[in-house]
């Protein structure tokens, strides 16, 4: 008996174990990452050059502006 729950602990950890494989990206989240990085492209890093100049209509959607 023991040998048998000692099969089966192997066999289940040798199953657990799994490569953690990248999770694909879906396309919102790849959208959202390059609005992202097209406003610190254009604007850099500092708050104060986002505030001090307007921002471009295709940046963000009207529904996001509202808030």
Do not use: H, W
Request: hydrophobic share 35%.
């Amino acid at each position: 008996m023991k040998k048998l729950l000692l099969c089966l602990g192997i066999f289940l950890f040798f199953v657990s174990c799994k490569k953690n494989e990248p999770q694909p990206t879906r396309p919102s989240e790849t959208a959202i990452i390059e609005k992202v990085n097209e406003l610190y492209t254009q604007y850099g890093k500092s708050n104060e050059a986002v505030y001090n100049q307007p921002i471009p209509d295709t940046l963000f959607s009207q529904e996001l502006k509202k808030f």
